[in-house]
């Protein structure tokens, strides 16, 4: 997304405050447009560092994104967490939220943030600053995104398997982060993840 990107707007289809199904339709829907020139995978709930927390919108396209999404029935309560597992995985990162919890919430410089809000009839979000390349990613955290045959294959391409295919998956993430660069271990991931045979939809 970029912070030209137009407002997006929903009508509402409840009274009380909008709920986090509300927010991730408007959200799936406005990056759906965003990127409709652009082969892209948008998924629900991806787990991190072996299922820590989830990711509530990944976009997989040439980077790995994630939206962590505070509706207005939400509260903060798992955001230091959810903003520590975040940065150590995706490429970009990203907070949409109100602007009272955005205010909160004080994420780091690097992080898209996007504002919910609500008039009597509709919901919206506007992008209010760009996301930027994420300026510490950990390896290892980026690797257990693979599951245990993928990174197998990973290795097995390379010729890099020996010793590790009878053991525990850890022992095949710790191969390729001991033997690949890190730009080719975000590309095997984000292949892996697009490759999956899960729930998933291409825009």
């Not at 609500?118 to 990613?137: C, F, K, M, Y």
């Not at 993430?173 to 660069?181: A, F, T, Y």
């Not at 271990?185 to 899960?198: C, F």
């Amino acid at each position: 997304m970029s912070p030209r990107a137009p407002l997006s707007l929903a009508r509402r289809l409840s009274a009380g405050p909008a709920r986090d199904r509300d927010v991730r339709t408007l959200l799936k829907r406005h990056l759906a447009e965003f990127h409709a020139s652009t082969p892209t995978l948008i998924l629900d709930e991806l787990g991190l560092c072996e299922g820590d927390v989830r990711v509530d919108v990944a976009l997989i396209n040439d980077e790995l994104s994630g939206f962590e999404i505070k509706s207005p029935a939400d509260s903060l309560a798992r955001w230091p967490k959810q903003r520590r597992v975040y940065s150590r995985v995706l490429d970009r990162a990203w907070l949409v939220a109100t602007e009272k919890s955005l205010d909160a919430a004080k994420a780091p410089a690097w992080w898209g943030l996007v504002r919910v809000f609500e008039t009597a009839d509709q919901l919206g979000i506007r992008v209010l600053r760009d996301a930027q390349p994420n300026p510490s990613p950990d390896a290892l955290a980026i690797a257990q995104l693979l599951w245990q045959a993928e990174a197998l294959g990973v290795l097995e391409r390379r010729g890099l398997a020996r010793g590790v295919r009878s053991k525990r998956r850890a022992f095949a993430w710790q191969r390729i982060v001991e033997s690949l660069p890190l730009y080719e271990i975000r590309s095997e991931v984000r292949l892996a993840l697009q490759a999956r045979p899960i729930d998933r939809k291409f825009w």
